[in-house]
């Protein structure tokens, strides 16, 4: 079945960067568009990212642009969100999914705080 495995969560100071990864299994990885979402408490989970089956196109949401950079490695089946700059508002739970499935992994929590 699919499995997609979080990592690269952290606390981080603002301004600071962290790299978050997802490791997919149980599905044709290359032939699928990936994203990242995130969950701040209370809010709504929101599409932060996205990137096409072989990585030609991306986009992201308003409010991570020019900070954050979604990449992905078919050979690992393996999606990436660099994240820099951070800020206090960027602290979440950060998933990832791929666009052919419902599944989601249990998620990785990104803190920015001083």
């Known amino acids: 079945q699919v499995q997609l495995v979080e990592s690269g969560g952290g606390l981080v100071q603002p301004g600071g960067s962290l790299r978050l990864s997802c490791a997919a299994s149980g599905f044709t990885f290359s032939n699928n568009h990936m994203s990242w979402y995130r969950q701040a408490p209370g809010k709504e989970r929101e599409l932060v990212a996205s990137i096409t089956s072989a990585g030609g196109w991306t986009n992201y949401a308003d409010s991570v642009k020019g900070r954050f950079t979604i990449s992905r490695d078919n050979g690992k089946n393996t999606v990436y969100l660099q994240m820099n700059s951070l800020k206090p508002e960027d602290t979440a739970v950060y998933y990832c999914?791929?666009?052919?499935?419902?599944?989601w992994g249990q998620g990785t929590q990104v803190t920015v705080s001083s």
């Open positions: 999914k791929a666009l052919s499935f419902r599944s």
